[in-house]
Each structure stands twice: as C-alpha cells, then as structure tokens.
C-alpha cells in the first residue's frame, strides 16, 4: 500500500471507529440517562450526565437565541471538516504528530456534526468536578479534538533542525 493510500486508510478506518464508538455514547447516554440528569460513577469527581449544548465548545453561545444558530453551526463545522481534509492532505507523512492530530480532531468535527444535524444540539455527558467545580460537561468527540490539537500543539514544539551537512560551527 502507498504512503498516500495508507494515509487515508489510517483517517479512514480511525476515524470510523471514534466516531461509532461517541455515537454509540451518545445513544447509551440518551438510552439509559434522563435529559438534565446524572448518575455519580465517582464520588465528589467524575458524573455521567445527559445535557444537550446547542452552543459550540464549552457551551459557548448557548445561551443565544437566534433563528439559524443550528444550520449556522452546521455550516461552520462542515467548512472546518473540508479545511481539516485539505491541510490533511497537504501534510507531509513524516509529520506523524500531526497527522494523529488531524486525524482525531477530524474524528470529533464528525461525531458532533452528526449530533447537530440530527438533534440541532450536541449530547454531552463526562461530567467532573474539581473542588467542587463542575468542568463544563464534554463527550468523546470534543476529547478527540482536544486531543488532537494537544498534538498538533506537541509538534510545534518539537522543532527539530533539519540536517544540513554544508553547515559548519567555526
């Protein structure tokens, strides 16, 4: 296999399986947990929960009301989808960091795109609490993109010189 095809039949077969798995999740969660409930897995720290964020990450613009915020967010996630595909690939195969990178957040883009075009909402539901604070509520396709920009993060901070033999310290 080609390292073009290999490179798709990576983004490809990844992709979806992380995307099956935070449907699947997102149905269980749906299936078994009431909207606007929690079940406490461990105490004082972690909860499943079942909320719908109709904002973007974090729930941010939940709160705002308008009209077309649904198709709106739509749109903008299919416009990341195809910017993702492009710098995909237009990315050299040796920069594996990035790769995994965009292959995950490509992943998430999907997962929740999918919850928007179905519900007009995304289904959230790892809930934790540090202190007593609740962490905003997230499912697995944001943990894919945040994973995924954490590497993407990675690589640019591993800049290695590239070899350059005509070089020479005086």
Known sequence: MSGLSNKYFLLFVISGVLIVVDQYTKFMVTLHIPLNYSVEVMEGLFNLTHIRNSGVAFGLFADQQFEYKAPMFIAISAIAILAILVIFHQNPKEKKLVQAGLILIFSGAIGN??????????????????????????????????????????????????????????
């Open 113 to 170: 795109l999918i919850d928007r075009t179905l519900h007009g909402e995304v289904i959230d539901f790892f809930d934790f609490v540090v202190n007593g604070h609740h962490f905003p509520a997230f499912n697995i396709a944001d943990s894919c993109i945040t994973i995924g920009v954490a590497l993407m993060v990675a690589d640019l901070f591993s800049w290695k010189s590239p070899p350059d033999s005509s070089a020479k310290i005086i």
